[in-house]
């Protein structure tokens, strides 16, 4: 009985210390050039439409943010937006268009998800 409860807490603890968990659609190590740094704060999100006059498309995001567990807050719109400003950054866009968030849901695999998604654009 006791193993059964060290096994427990061993399971349990680790995931209890972690509020949220998010998933990206984008694959870090592929990437082909390197790419001029963007800071994340520095990325614009908008729900304008791609424009490609005027824009080049890096790439189409799409992220997750998950609650662990029943008892943590639903994910906000606002930890969304950073996820997206980050996945951008990191392929070198300074903006988000066509971002579209979720209202959160129960899924599969979280008591609380909120998804978002957007292109990836840098100027021409």
Do not use: Y
């Amino acid at each position: 009985m006791l193993k059964k409860l060290i096994l427990a807490g061993v399971i349990v603890l680790p995931v209890a210390a972690c509020d949220t968990w998010d998933t990206t659609n984008i694959d870090r190590d592929l990437r082909k050039a390197p790419v001029e740094a963007v800071r994340a704060e520095q990325v614009e999100l908008t729900s304008a439409p791609f424009d490609a006059a005027h824009q080049q498309k890096l790439a189409d995001l799409k992220v997750t943010v998950n609650k662990t567990t029943a008892f943590h807050p639903a994910p906000t719109v606002a930890m969304v937006e950073t996820k997206l400003r980050e996945d951008a950054s990191k392929l070198g866009a300074t903006k988000v268009v066509d971002v579209r968030i979720s209202e959160p849901q129960i899924s599969a695999l979280s008591w609380g998800t909120r998804t978002g998604s957007g292109v990836a654009v840098k100027p021409n």
